[in-house]
């Protein structure tokens, strides 16, 4: 299933004129707030946000999992479906594969097929949460911080060879995100996992290229229930610090306790240069993998806040990674993935609104009421038209979702692959 421009223009014509009017609507209305609205589309078509692998299917939980039909079910159909979203959007043109789940058979054919699609391999992910079959050793009781060394060996040569993995597809990042922890009180000796895990992130952090970086995922919990290695962005920071300049934490807006401030880990971050990036999706309790932007909207707005801010006076942090992590129990998946994409634009549309420098003025004058405003009048700008106007840019669709249904795509992916086609991931 391939989406070309002709389908793309024939779907923008019907809302083309609609969109006109509400662009210069709102273009004049920034104009006279003397915000350079080219500069802004340009920003907004220039943000590309990476697909994960494992979430082209329908997700699940231990309480079951509800097929949607038509799922990718090898990595070449994975990479044709992020590059439908890509089409669509104009905003997703990387993928970021998960090894073991996603390893290419032929990488000149994968590389060939993802440069089709316009789009390039983000950061790879490790997985040492599950077993493989024939593995020698189990991660049961953990991987990189097992009491045992074996398994803390085996790990450490999964993560080595998923580096060499990126190297053939032109990825320049790992993360690594451990589920090693305790389920009970006294089963872990918290220092001995700790400093397990330390050096084991330094035997991989060896093996590093010079210009890759190396992700540290923290979450506080699941599938451990009593105490997670590397539970925390502090912990993650302290782990980053120790392997060296490559090294950096990852934040999973899903991996923070209820009413956790988010934003301020993301400013302490970046202005200690140690923000690597970010994988986005929405919760109401735990780990939820929800749409972006579907439960706490203005949360991510003032992360994005933060982001523009430490973006323009934080020179010691990289350009961050972003990525998105989710899964779908009841929503088609790559509507899903259009609508967190959506809201991730529009997050970032906004916090590029607020004027920074009135609000540090505002903030140097302790004018607490004057700060909100600021903040508010931007969260509070209806931004969706300059999002379509920067896919309009690059031959996106106007209205995604409504392009995505109106050419039917879902109803030919099960015409070509079938009703009972399963996607690898969780
Ligand atoms: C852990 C996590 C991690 C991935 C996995 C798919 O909850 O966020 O990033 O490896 O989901
Ligand atoms: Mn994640």
Redesign the pocket.
């Known amino acids: 299933m391939k989406i070309n421009k002709e389908n793309i223009e024939s779907v923008n014509k019907k809302v083309a004129e609609n969109h006109l009017n509400q662009f210069d609507f709102l273009a004049n209305s920034l104009d006279q707030k003397n915000i350079d609205v080219d500069k802004l589309v340009s920003e907004l078509s220039d943000f590309q946000v990476a697909i994960?692998s494992?979430?082209l299917g329908a997700g699940g939980t231990r309480f079951g999992r509800f097929s949607f039909y038509g799922e990718p079910s090898s990595l070449e159909q994975k990479i044709e479906d992020v590059g439908v979203i890509h089409s669509l959007t104009q905003t997703a043109g990387a993928i970021s594969l998960?090894i073991p789940w996603d390893v290419p058979e032929d990488y000149n054919a994968i590389k060939e097929l993802a440069a089709e699609n316009d789009l390039i391999f983000d950061a790879v992910?490790?997985?040492t949460?599950q077993d493989q079959k024939n593995a020698k050793e189990s991660y049961k009781f953990g991987s990189l911080s097992n009491v045992n060394k074996p398994p803390r060996e085996q790990a450490i040569a999964h993560n080595i060879e998923v580096v060499e993995i990126g190297k053939k597809l032109g990825s320049k990042s790992l993360?690594v995100?451990l589920?090693d922890g305790s389920n009970f009180p006294g089963q872990n000796n918290f220092q001995t996992a700790l400093k397990h895990t330390e050096d084991s992130l330094k035997e991989i952090y060896k093996n590093l290229p010079e210009d890759w970086k190396m992700f540290i995922?923290y979450?506080p919990y699941?599938p451990n229930f009593y105490s997670t290695v590397i539970q925390d962005w502090g912990t993650s920071f302290m782990l980053a610090n120790a392997c060296g300049e490559k090294a950096y934490t990852?934040v999973?807006l899903?991996?923070h306790l209820p009413n956790t401030n988010i934003e301020q880990i993301v400013s302490t971050l970046m202005l200690k240069g140690k923000l690597g990036g970010f994988?986005f999706?929405d919760s109401k309790y735990g780990?939820d993998?929800s749409t972006v932007g579907s439960v706490k909207p203005y949360s991510l707005f003032l992360i994005f806040n933060e982001l523009v801010y430490g973006m323009r006076n934080n020179p010691q942090n990289p350009y961050p990674a972003w990525m998105i992590?989710a899964?779908h129990n009841v929503k088609d998946p790559l509507e899903d993935l259009v609508q967190s994409l959506e809201a991730i634009q529009e997050a970032y549309a906004k916090a590029l609104l607020v004027n920074q420098d009135e609000l540090k003025q505002a903030q140097l004058n302790n004018d607490v009421v004057l700060a909100q405003e600021l903040l508010q009048d931007a969260y509070r700008t209806d931004v969706r038209p300059l999002l379509a106007q920067a896919r309009l840019a690059r031959g996106g669709a106007l209205n995604p979702i409504q392009a995505y249904r109106s050419l039917d795509v879902r109803r030919s992916l099960i015409e070509e692959r079938g009703r009972h086609t399963v996607a690898s991931?969780?």
Do not use: I, R, V
């Open positions: 994960p494992w979430a998960h992910n490790s997985n949460f993360t995100w589920a995922e979450k699941e990852l999973d899903g991996h994988h999706n780990d993998d992590d899964s991931g969780l």
